[in-house]
């Protein structure tokens, strides 16, 4: 039975997730790990990468056609049998020392229940004005880092989608599964992590552990991302923060502020108009979805 449990949904992605793959050579086996892939509906040669590389990793296939990520994760939770599940994305390059880190730092704290790691960006795949703005290089390109000393995240604070982890007595324990009605291939597509980790850990646990030396580097592309998408994006996400009663948190801040107090420290580290109206429009999605709490958060 493998230690460590590494899933990843994919759709239409085949050059991105066969560089994963061949990284994943790399990695020590000891911890033991196995590597889920849920193909989710895709019409490319994914399936036949899946099927080549299948000797030669501890890898599982899975097939989802139903389109969404959440439902996607929530088939491979069901696959899954290592005593801890690492989430990641299939745009990643994992450090070689990733899941050692992990492991160690999960053996050393028995208490903590959620995992993060450090996200680095590839700051040549995005444009300037998202690689210069504190704030939206964590909205918009999952960056996560807090230098280099292993702590607890603070109240509200939760890491990022392409490097968390859990530990699957802690899902057991309430039958937990993502949100279906949130993220990738959803009419919401973000809010996703948030809405599955508020069920393993409360805002005010103190069970979540970040570790600075579990390190993937986030090469996701968005060099064509419009100041349009953008603000579309910053909305939908402070909507679904809302939506969960979360409006307050910044995955980069370790706080116990009040939400106006937050909205000023965001406003402070603007560095453009582009971002001014990003921010904005986040502030507006988590009013909205404070206000008007609907579509409820469905879970898998």
Not at 41 to 65: F, Q, R, W
Not at 163 to 191: E, H, M
Not at 280 to 292: C, D, E, M, S
Request: hydrophobic share 40%; glycine share 8%; charged share 20%.
């Amino acid at each position: 039975m493998p230690a460590i449990s590494i899933l990843v949904a994919t759709r239409n992605r085949k050059e991105s997730l066969a560089r994963l793959i061949d990284t994943m050579r790399e990695l020590s086996r000891v911890p033991s790990w196995e590597l889920i892939v849920v193909d989710n509906g895709s019409t490319d040669s994914t399936a036949a990468l899946l099927s080549a590389v299948a000797s030669s990793l501890p890898i599982v296939t899975i097939y989802e056609n139903q389109q969404g990520k959440s439902r996607a994760l929530n088939r491979a939770l069901n696959r899954a049998e290592g005593e801890i599940l690492v989430f990641t994305d299939d745009d990643v390059v994992p450090d070689p020392q990733w899941l050692v880190a992990l492991s160690r730092a999960s053996a050393g704290h028995p208490n903590a229940n959620v995992f993060g790691g450090k996200v680095l960006l590839n700051y040549d795949l995005i444009p300037d004005w998202v690689a210069n703005s504190y704030n939206l290089k964590t909205i918009l390109a999952s960056e996560q880092d807090f230098g280099t000393d292993i702590r607890w995240f603070g109240p509200n604070q939760y890491p990022v989608g392409p490097n968390l982890a859990v530990r699957k007595r802690a899902l057991d324990s309430g039958q937990f599964n993502w949100p279906v009605n949130l993220g990738p291939g959803t009419k919401i597509p973000v809010g996703d992590e948030r809405g599955f980790l508020m069920q393993v850990s409360p805002p005010r646990a103190r069970d979540r552990l970040y570790v600075p030396n579990s390190i993937v580097r986030h090469n996701s592309s968005h060099t064509q991302i419009s100041v349009t998408s953008a603000i579309k994006r910053c909305f939908l996400g402070g909507y679904a923060a809302g939506l969960m009663g979360g409006g307050r948190e910044d995955s980069n801040i370790d706080h116990a502020q009040s939400a106006a107090s937050l909205a000023w420290h965001r406003l402070r580290a603007t560095a453009s108009p582009s971002e001014i109206i990003c921010v904005t429009a986040r502030a507006f999605g988590v009013l909205a979805g404070t206000i008007i709490p609907f579509p409820r958060v469905v879970y898998g």
